[in-house]
């Protein structure tokens, strides 16, 4: 085995960080080099940098280099890779920007490797799709998952308070926020996070009214009606301490170890579920999964149970075989599904699944058990957003940020919320 390993292992801030736990520190010349990019933590990056020295194992001649950075850093580097051609050949690639780099070329189609090189035969066929644009594969779902409430147990016993359940109403999760706030058991604690700048918090509510973020044909599909009233309900749930104030929220930087809970400011926050694996292995206490609160207690829900990220392959790539047949590796091989677990998500080929299932810890229970007893809360999974909703998503976190900190009102914020995603789409 031939293994070539880069020596960088952290960029500026320490935010990217290059995991060399599993890849070893031998370097020797390689016929063939790979390169990898991913979003996640450093519990990620050691289970992919597992699975990539299991490749190695099995490819002599091969060389795998990973680098990984936080979701907020991630986009901006991916987009100046590619645009200076010097893109990753394996891209961690999200749903909400998968018809972008699809559109511009940035990634490979891969329907032509299957089921030679690839494959998904025991795929769900709805979570192919979900890697699909304008009827080409651009990208294989890493696992499913669902967006979740992720909630700290034991900081809800020593307040004495009870967890929410699948019926809790927004209406009711205020008050057992504040309620825990008021019971003061940690200093500096709070309910909950202050979600309004979330965008799948956002898109539960809507879904729950019968809206949506985009119509399939690129448009925006609420008004600034659902978005005032958004904002406005986490105003009130400010005013009332069940959230955490906006000096707090703000230190989150989209990373499991920035979030309040985690921080120890909060006792509940919101999260996809296959983070709860990340989530618990940095956290004393005992954690839980639940789903979104619900606008009326008959409300269906807005869920869907949704491909958690892809395996995208670089166009510019100049080893396109060994890129997909490393990915084919990722989501196939059991030794691979054993070292990645449910950390991505429930692993979208079934054979795979089985062989997780029967080795799953506790931990790795609470997000397979989740998903899976959503019931009525889950629908159909919407289109993917379209060119400009990436930017949507920071443009919802600032007008958030702007409102909690008092410097717009939750009736222009929304006004403004919807105009400027607007104008991103229109512009693609």
Not at 217 to 233: H, L
Not at 309 to 327: N, R
Not at 379 to 408: D, M, N, Y
Not at 413 to 422: A, F, H, P, R, Y
Request: net charge neutral; with cysteine.
């Amino acid at each position: 085995m031939t293994l070539r390993v880069s020596r960088r292992n952290f960029v500026a801030g320490g935010a990217t960080l290059l995991s060399m736990s599993a890849l070893g520190s031998m370097a020797f010349a390689a016929d063939t080099r790979l390169r990898l990019l991913w979003w996640g933590s450093q519990p990620r990056a050691d289970r992919t940098n597992k699975v990539s020295q299991l490749y190695q194992t099995k490819n002599a001649g091969t060389s795998i280099t990973g680098e990984f950075l936080g979701w907020g850093d991630y986009w901006p580097r991916l987009a100046t890779q590619v645009a200076g051609r010097n893109a990753p050949d394996v891209i961690q690639m999200d749903y909400r920007y998968i018809v972008e780099y699809a559109r511009r070329g940035a990634l490979a189609p891969l329907e032509s490797y299957m089921p030679s090189k690839l494959n998904l035969g025991d795929f769900d066929p709805a979570q192919i799709e979900g890697g699909s644009v304008d009827g080409h594969l651009y990208g294989v779902s890493l696992g499913a998952n669902a967006a979740s409430t992720v909630l700290n147990t034991t900081a809800f016993q020593e307040a004495g308070v009870d967890l929410p359940t699948q019926a809790t109403t927004w209406e009711e999760f205020g008050k057992i926020g504040a309620e825990i706030t008021k019971a003061g058991k940690r200093k500096g604690f709070f309910g909950f996070a202050d979600g309004s700048g979330n965008e799948p918090l956002l898109e539960n509510y809507l879904r729950q009214r019968g809206k949506a973020l985009y119509t399939a044909d690129s448009k925006i599909a609420f008004g600034a009606e659902e978005a005032s009233e958004w904002f406005d309900m986490w105003s009130k749930f400010r005013e009332a301490s069940a959230c955490v104030p906006p000096d707090v929220q703000a230190l989150y930087k989209d990373t499991i170890d920035t979030s309040p809970l985690t921080l120890g400011k909060a006792a509940a926050d919101y999260a996809h579920s296959n983070q709860f694996v990340g989530f618990q292995a940095i956290s004393k206490d005992k954690l839980a999964l639940t789903n979104y609160m619900r606008i009326k207690p008959d409300s269906k829900g807005g869920h869907y149970r949704k491909p958690s990220m892809f395996f995208s392959v670089s166009s510019q790539s100049k080893v396109l075989d060994q890129a997909v047949d490393y990915v084919n590796f990722f989501v196939t091989n059991p030794d691979a599904a054993l070292a990645l677990d449910v950390e991505r998500g429930i692993p979208e080929s079934k054979a795979m699944r089985d062989v997780v299932a029967a080795k799953l810890d506790e931990t790795g229970k609470v997000p397979l058990n989740y998903v899976s007893g959503l019931g009525d809360l889950a629908g159909k999974l919407p289109p993917p957003p379209p060119s400009g909703a990436g930017e949507g998503q920071v443009v919802l976190r600032t007008i958030a940020e702007q409102i909690a900190f008092g410097q717009l009102t939750p009736s222009d914020g929304g006004k403004q919320l919807v105009d400027e995603i607007s104008r991103l789409l229109a512009k693609g």
